[in-house]
């Protein structure tokens, strides 16, 4: 990377500090954020615009091969950091707006402008889109086998499972569980690989490239609950869960989400009592989940409820659950206990994202015994905390989920632009075209660079790395839904076709904004949030 940006990135950072340090005011620490939530909203998007330029302008530094994308990368990201702390400007006290170097608008425009990016485009296109990123010899290892083993086994079957609305085959979970992918989290004492977060990010990421539904998303509901267990699990659920997940023996559904409550996850309101049956300490669940994912399939739900019955407790009401259910394979299941208990589930039907099906949920009486409390005792009242220590893991891993689909993407429209002409030539030869594809490439080198970078940061410290794993899957979802956006539009009228994949990724993209934490929601409450620090008095 050359000097000029480098001082782009630097001042860049320096003047996102500063709109912190204001908004921090503004906002009395956070404490009156909701007072200014499109303030807070373009502050955390400008916050991940620059905290992904300073990761690319890292990743281009270390990799000569990632230097052409890496400078269009850094350019666009700055040039929107920058319209939207200019958006803000008046709001917190910059009227005039923030000062930016006059010699950094010429580096953006240098870098941006249509040469540079249709020669990246015109790269992409006759390499059909492959666009690995450089790694070390055991994460090219791992990237490649699973890589093979996603054409092989998950690819033949994608299409078929999004048109049908079928479940994902079995032999895909089973082969899956032989070559260790739901133990990537487990630590080796507990039968897992425990390889680290990049290694995992790695794998959902070609899996995600074969299939969102029916394989990307697979590895994710098991990650969510080992988290919560190594958290806050006692030792005796360690030792009898943790191996059953890194050996699929047991897959998981995760269960948070009420039909009347979403991100307001404080608020929810289906309920676990206290009770006895059968001699067995437990509790009795009764009330409605929504959007679990997997639900049908799943051997256990970890299940987030209300214990205490006082609702002004808020999340500290609130425990995890590990609830044993028999599999159904159907939209559709009801399954009973000797007790009384039902628990019913009906899938509902969503135009993409297929493969695992979303179940709404009515539990009534169902019995869940003491000892499937995660933490038991301890764990009463924190579920809340255990589920969020989870869903960072979750979000990480869907910064990767959308980064193998926008790969998905950008290979098949680079297929389809070199193959199709129109007015005497291929469109690949169009301007516009290597231009889109150029602009495609690098956001996605960007996705990856700042979520591989976020992979890393959890390897160290997953507390501290959360908010950075939000940022990973905020931008990384925005990617995918504007990379499968345009690769759609350059396949022209066939982009709306089933014939072609790309129908199927742009429908799959639409989700990833929602789950793991709704897009407005994790840009205000997760990232906004963690970006403010009380100020010197």
């Given at each position: 990377m050359n000097d000029e940006l480098r001082a782009l990135v630097a001042d860049l950072e320096t003047t996102t500090s500063q709109a912190i340090a204001l908004a921090t005011t503004l906002t009395q620490n956070g404490e009156r954020a909701d007072?200014?939530?499109?303030?807070?909203?373009?502050?955390?998007?400008?916050?991940?615009?620059?905290?992904?330029?300073?990761?690319?302008?890292?990743?281009a530094t270390q990799a000569a091969s990632l230097a052409p994308a890496g400078a269009v990368a850094i350019a666009e990201l700055a040039q929107r950091a920058m319209a939207k702390l200019d958006a803000i400007a008046f709001e917190l006290g910059r009227p005039d707006g923030f000062a930016f170097a006059s010699s950094h608008q010429q580096t953006i425009r240098k870098h941006l402008r249509a040469e540079a990016v249709q020669a990246l485009g015109r790269a992409t296109i006759e390499s059909t889109g492959r666009t690995l990123w450089p790694l070390d010899e055991t994460l090219q290892e791992v990237r490649s086998s699973v890589r093979q083993f996603a054409e092989r086994e998950v690819a033949?079957?994608?299409?078929?499972?999004?048109r049908f609305d079928e479940l994902v085959p079995e032999r895909i979970i089973s082969e899956m569980a032989a070559l260790g992918y739901f133990g990537l989290a487990v630590p080796?004492?507990?039968?897992?690989?425990?390889?680290?977060?990049?290694?995992?990010?790695?794998?959902?990421?070609?899996?995600?490239?074969?299939?969102?539904?029916?394989?990307?998303?697979?590895?994710?509901?098991?990650?969510?609950?080992t988290k919560?267990?190594?958290?806050?699990?006692?030792?005796?659920?360690?030792?009898?869960?943790?191996?059953?997940?890194?050996?699929?023996?047991?897959?998981?559904?995760?269960?948070?989400?009420?039909?009347?409550?979403?991100?307001?996850?404080?608020?929810?309101t289906c309920r676990a009592t206290a009770t006895t049956r059968d001699g067995v300490a437990?509790?009795?669940?009764?009330?409605?989940?929504?959007?679990?994912?997997?639900?049908?399939?799943?051997?256990?739900?970890?299940?987030?409820?209300?214990?205490?019955?006082?609702?002004?407790?808020g999340a500290r009401g609130l425990t995890l659950m590990?609830?044993?259910?028999?599999?159904?394979l159907g939209h559709e299941f009801e399954a009973s206990q000797a007790g009384g208990g039902t628990l019913r589930g009906k899938a509902d039907r969503t135009p993409g994202y297929r493969g695992m099906h979303s179940f709404t949920l009515a539990f009534d009486d169902w019995f869940v015994p003491s000892?499937?409390?995660?933490?038991?005792?301890?764990?009463?009242?924190?579920?809340?905390?255990?589920?969020?220590?989870?869903?960072?893991?979750?979000?990480?891993?869907?910064?990767?989920?959308?980064?193998?689909?926008a790969q998905a993407a950008l290979e098949k429209t680079s297929e389809y632009v070199a193959s199709r002409r129109q007015f005497g030539k291929s469109i690949a030869d169009f301007g516009l075209t290597q231009f889109h594809v150029g602009m495609m490439t690098a956001r996605l080198a960007a996705a990856r660079a700042i979520t591989y970078t976020a992979a890393e940061a959890m390897d160290l410290d997953e507390r501290k790395a959360a908010p950075l794993a939000a940022q990973a899957k905020l931008f990384a979802c925005d990617v995918a839904v504007e990379v499968c956006q345009l690769g759609q539009l350059l396949h022209g009228g066939w982009g709306y076709a089933e014939e072609y994949p790309i129908s199927r990724y742009m429908a799959?993209?639409?989700?990833?904004?929602?789950?793991?934490?709704?897009?407005?929601?994790l840009a205000l409450k997760v990232i906004g949030r963690s970006l403010f620090v009380p100020t010197s008095p």
């Amino acid at each position: 990377m050359n000097d000029e940006l480098r001082a782009l990135v630097a001042d860049l950072e320096t003047t996102t500090s500063q709109a912190i340090a204001l908004a921090t005011t503004l906002t009395q620490n956070g404490e009156r954020a909701d007072e200014h939530q499109p303030v807070v909203e373009r502050l955390a998007y400008a916050a991940t615009e620059t905290r992904a330029a300073v990761a690319m302008l890292a990743a281009a530094t270390q990799a000569a091969s990632l230097a052409p994308a890496g400078a269009v990368a850094i350019a666009e990201l700055a040039q929107r950091a920058m319209a939207k702390l200019d958006a803000i400007a008046f709001e917190l006290g910059r009227p005039d707006g923030f000062a930016f170097a006059s010699s950094h608008q010429q580096t953006i425009r240098k870098h941006l402008r249509a040469e540079a990016v249709q020669a990246l485009g015109r790269a992409t296109i006759e390499s059909t889109g492959r666009t690995l990123w450089p790694l070390d010899e055991t994460l090219q290892e791992v990237r490649s086998s699973v890589r093979q083993f996603a054409e092989r086994e998950v690819a033949p079957h994608a299409e078929h499972i999004h048109r049908f609305d079928e479940l994902v085959p079995e032999r895909i979970i089973s082969e899956m569980a032989a070559l260790g992918y739901f133990g990537l989290a487990v630590p080796e004492r507990f039968g897992g690989h425990e390889l680290g977060n990049l290694a995992m990010i790695l794998t959902t990421e070609e899996l995600s490239r074969a299939s969102l539904a029916a394989g990307g998303s697979l590895i994710t509901r098991p990650e969510i609950l080992t988290k919560a267990l190594l958290a806050g699990g006692t030792e005796a659920q360690k030792q009898h869960w943790l191996p059953k997940l890194a050996s699929g023996a047991v897959m998981v559904a995760i269960s948070v989400t009420e039909p009347d409550v979403g991100s307001d996850v404080a608020s929810l309101t289906c309920r676990a009592t206290a009770t006895t049956r059968d001699g067995v300490a437990g509790w009795s669940i009764t009330g409605a989940k929504a959007w679990c994912t997997f639900a049908g399939r799943a051997d256990v739900i970890a299940l987030l409820v209300r214990t205490d019955a006082d609702v002004s407790k808020g999340a500290r009401g609130l425990t995890l659950m590990i609830v044993e259910k028999p599999r159904f394979l159907g939209h559709e299941f009801e399954a009973s206990q000797a007790g009384g208990g039902t628990l019913r589930g009906k899938a509902d039907r969503t135009p993409g994202y297929r493969g695992m099906h979303s179940f709404t949920l009515a539990f009534d009486d169902w019995f869940v015994p003491s000892t499937h409390v995660v933490g038991e005792a301890a764990g009463l009242g924190r579920g809340f905390q255990l589920q969020m220590a989870g869903f960072a893991a979750g979000r990480l891993q869907t910064g990767g989920r959308a980064c193998g689909l926008a790969q998905a993407a950008l290979e098949k429209t680079s297929e389809y632009v070199a193959s199709r002409r129109q007015f005497g030539k291929s469109i690949a030869d169009f301007g516009l075209t290597q231009f889109h594809v150029g602009m495609m490439t690098a956001r996605l080198a960007a996705a990856r660079a700042i979520t591989y970078t976020a992979a890393e940061a959890m390897d160290l410290d997953e507390r501290k790395a959360a908010p950075l794993a939000a940022q990973a899957k905020l931008f990384a979802c925005d990617v995918a839904v504007e990379v499968c956006q345009l690769g759609q539009l350059l396949h022209g009228g066939w982009g709306y076709a089933e014939e072609y994949p790309i129908s199927r990724y742009m429908a799959d993209a639409s989700v990833l904004p929602i789950f793991e934490g709704v897009k407005p929601i994790l840009a205000l409450k997760v990232i906004g949030r963690s970006l403010f620090v009380p100020t010197s008095p």
